[in-house]
């Protein structure tokens, strides 16, 4: 059952889009705008009490596959991230935090 909404901001639309992809996260939207798409999937677990730290982990990747471009050599496929998608992730996890 997906379910899609579709918001127009300036000259783009931006396209909301549920229930197709990420099935077994408790919640999942895939985002679109213009030739840029983002899937945001999310699982949660009941709350612990006395925890001392927010456990949320933030994982970044730009698939070169979705550009055109094979990578070769020794990290082919999904090797370390990359510096940049690591800072992405650092930009993303510490303002929620």
Same mark, same amino acid.
């Given at each position: 059952?997906?379910?899609?909404?579709?918001?127009?901001?300036?000259?783009?639309?931006?396209?909301?889009?549920?229930?197709?992809?990420?099935?077994?996260?408790?919640?999942?939207?895939?985002?679109?705008?213009?030739?840029?798409?983002?899937?945001?999937?999310?699982?949660?677990?009941?709350? +612990?009490?006395?925890?001392?730290?927010?456990?949320?982990?933030?994982?970044y990747r730009? +698939?070169?596959?979705?550009?055109?471009?094979?990578?070769?050599?020794?990290?082919?496929?999904?090797?370390?991230?990359?510096?940049?998608?690591?800072?992405?992730?650092?930009?993303?996890? +510490?303002?929620?935090?």
């Amino acid at each position: 059952m997906a379910e899609s909404v579709a918001i127009q901001i300036g000259d783009n639309e931006l396209t909301l889009e549920t229930g197709r992809l990420a099935r077994q996260a408790h919640g999942s939207i895939l985002a679109r705008s213009g030739q840029t798409v983002v899937l945001i999937a999310t699982c949660t677990a009941p709350a +612990r009490e006395g925890l001392g730290f927010f456990p949320l982990t933030v994982e970044y990747r730009e +698939r070169s596959s979705a550009a055109g471009k094979i990578p070769g050599g020794f990290f082919k496929r999904e090797g370390r991230p990359t510096a940049k998608e690591i800072l992405t992730c650092r930009m993303i996890d +510490r303002p929620i935090r």
